[in-house]
């Protein structure tokens, strides 16, 4: 493909939040979390671990245990109790609605350690980056099958809910849940900041 193309393609990713209904296989999933672990990592220590959820069990009590958790932080908010419950039930719906869940987790045990937490810190953000970087090209990936994605940062705010509903290991933190199907929806592109704007050529 020329190189062009490459570029049109990376640009005609968008997020998808509406799924057809139907089993996406085992396979097409596994190429994709294949390709996500070609991402570029700190020291190549590939901190990214990856917990498929699509059994209506798993699903079901990550849903329910996600729920339980945004309800408790929008109830420290200021919004009332019906606005609690749409949001919540909005939500949940998008959690059992989504062919395949990839629970996107972080380990850092392998990475370096340090004694002061000035490059303790950086080295943790390294594995978040890392993290991310796998989440990204996980996004790609999806495309690439002509799959829809969407990142969703929830388990971020919910990160023991998460562990414990899906029995993960202690050391796996979650980032972020990634949503996966055939796309029901194209959405347009939203719109990006001109590169004039975020750019310095020095
Ligand atoms: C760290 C991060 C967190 C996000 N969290 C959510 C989310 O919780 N729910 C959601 O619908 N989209 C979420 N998104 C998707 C963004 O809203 C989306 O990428 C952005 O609006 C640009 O749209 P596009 O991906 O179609 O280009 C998230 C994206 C990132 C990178």
Known sequence: MPAVNYQEFLRSRRSVRRF????????????ILTTSTFASSAHNRQPWRFAVVTSAGARSRLAMSM????????????????????IVQRSTQRIKAAPVLVVLCMDSTEMD????????????????????????LML????????????????????QEVGG????PAAWEPQAMLM??????????????????????L
């Open 67 to 86: 729920a339980e958790a945004y309800r408790r932080d929008l109830s420290t908010d200021q919004v009332s109790q019906k606005e609690i419950d749409q």
């Open 165 to 168: 509903a899906l029995g993960l």
């Open 113 to 136: 350690s340090y004694s002061d937490p000035r490059r303790a810190e950086a080295e943790r953000v390294m594995a978040v980056q890392s993290t991310a970087n796998a989440g990204m």
């Open 180 to 201: 996966m199907g055939a796309p029901a929806e194209a959405p347009e592109a939203r719109p990006r900041k001109p590169l004039s704007s975020i750019l310095r050529h």
């Open 20 to 31: 057809l209904a139907g089993v996406i296989a085992r396979e097409i999933v596994e190429r």
């Open 140 to 159: 790609l990936a999806a495309h690439a099958e002509g799959l829809g994605a969407v990142w969703n940062c929830a388990p971020l705010f919910a990160p």
